[in-house]
């Protein structure tokens, strides 16, 4: 079945970059997504990229996909203690719109 | 445009009881899914609706889950009898889809989910 890992934890300045990482098995995935999870809450939807992309910038969001090493990651440009949550990579595995989601990287920001 | 409604937001109950969830999708989401998160681990699809048919619900536990999807609107998950593993979180989400590529009509909108405790 499809695998999605995800580096557990980042510590990060506030002002600074966070750049969080993602690999999947599955070349045929179609859509990826980031989402956002903070404490009790459900996740919301921060921005996805189609596989025929290799860069999406939405503000502070910069999605890069590497379709070749099957890597994606998520660059967070001036990180202020807001974006302190749980970060999940999550692809696409068939036509439904089925999701496979990684594990979740925790950030912390610190002043 | 209103999210996706969940109730009860905390549910705490002791093994072999019984427990249910609702979940009121976006209006006009064909697609409605149920998953659970347990701590420490991303979400795990239970079960995908269409409409009011099921699509995917090979992860679901038959034996003890069972989810229904009325009129094509809103659903039910219901836990029948509760183990200690079943302790975690139950998301609902919805997509307007389907695509048959994949795309944005299948991106999925989460609701604050059901903190499930089983003593």
């Known amino acids: 079945g499809e695998d999605v890992e995800q580096s557990l934890f980042l510590s990060v300045r506030e002002g600074d970059s966070s750049v969080i990482n993602c690999t999947y098995t599955d070349s045929s995935s179609t859509y990826l997504y980031w989402y956002k999870q903070e404490p009790g809450a459900g996740l919301q939807l921060l921005t996805y990229?189609?596989?025929?992309?290799d860069m999406k910038q939405d503000q502070r969001l910069t999605v890069l996909l590497n379709k070749k090493d099957k890597h994606l990651s998520l660059r967070i440009a001036d990180t202020q203690t807001g974006d302190s949550a749980i970060y999940f990579c999550a692809v696409t595995t068939d036509s439904w719109g089925k999701l496979q989601f990684g594990a979740g990287t925790q950030v912390v920001v610190t002043p | 445009e209103a999210g996706v409604a969940q109730s009860p937001r905390y549910k705490i109950i002791e093994k072999r009881q019984s427990v249910a969830f609702w979940c009121n999708p976006i209006?006009?989401?064909?697609?409605l899914y149920w998953y659970q998160q347990i701590l420490g681990q991303g979400p795990k699809l239970l079960i995908q609706f269409q409409n009011n048919g099921v699509v995917d619900d090979s992860q679901l536990p038959k034996d003890r889950f069972s989810a229904e999807r009325l009129k094509g609107v809103d659903s039910t998950l219901k836990i029948q009898p509760a183990k200690l593993e079943d302790s975690a979180v139950y998301l609902c989400?919805?997509?307007?889809?389907?695509?048959?590529?994949?795309?944005?009509?299948?991106?999925?909108?989460f609701g604050p989910g059901t903190r499930l405790t089983v003593l």
């Open positions: 209006s006009g989401h064909a697609t």
């Open positions: 990229i189609f596989s025929n992309m």
């Open positions: 989400a919805s997509s307007p889809g389907p695509s048959l590529a994949g795309g944005p009509r299948d991106t999925q909108y």
